[in-house]
């Protein structure tokens, strides 16, 4: 299910997958997917979940079984770490890519990117340094305001809390669209996530049951 809005003058479509649709562009954005989080952290020592990265890769097939798309732009940390080039996620990776050889893809580098290093060029990822300038945005990671154009970032891996009747809350997943900065939650299945308030100058929109809800 997704919720269309229009920024700048362009229809975006809100994902429950935790994307961005762009109709006019057949583009999908992607914040922060991390692949190789879990391995990474398994070659560190730390006891954490496997299928993380088969998860993510099932839900990127899901998404372009949805939707009409020529072009895939990650908006930074698309790998976790140096220790995300283990051989089993490159291999899934490398699977993947092969599914999807005539997919456009492009990753704005992240503070995990620069860490972790480029793609490895089998995967036929284009790499650029943000900001990327397409129609009236610019896609970056971090979310620094830009002087001409409205961002669209990632990083911040944005979550809203709900709060109900005796002291009851749920911690979701949300968009957080500003005035000149938008936020996209991250797309990972296996990331944490940053706290964010509603306010006059920005509209909160959760995840949750399948679908994008506007709060308030």
Sequence with gaps: MHYS???EGEELWLLAD????????????????????????????QPVPQGTTTDNLLRL????????????????????GPGSHASGTL?????????NRALH??????????RAGDPPLGLRIDVVTEPLLIGPFALQHEPHAHADYHVLAGHVH????????ARQSLRLPCFQIGRRVSLLPAFGA????????????RQILVIGDHKVWPVG
Aim: charged fraction near 20%; aromatic fraction near 12%; charge should be positive.
């Design 18 to 45: 935790k994307a961005v649709y762009w109709p006019a562009r057949q583009c999908l954005l992607i914040a922060d997917a991390h692949f190789g989080k879990a391995s990474a952290y398994r070659s560190l020592g």
């Design 105 to 114: 893809i492009t990753l704005i580098r992240g503070n995990h990117d620069k």
């Design 158 to 165: 944005p979550v809203y809390r709900l709060r109900g009747k």
């Design 91 to 99: 291999r899934a990776l490398e699977a993947w890519r092969t599914r």
């Design 190 to 201: 296996f990331t944490g996530g940053h706290e964010v308030a509603q306010g006059n100058d």
């Design 61 to 80: 097939d899901r998404l372009l079984s949805a939707y009409p798309c020529t072009h895939m732009i990650f908006l930074g940390d698309f790998l976790h």
């Design 5 to 7: 809005l229009t920024l």
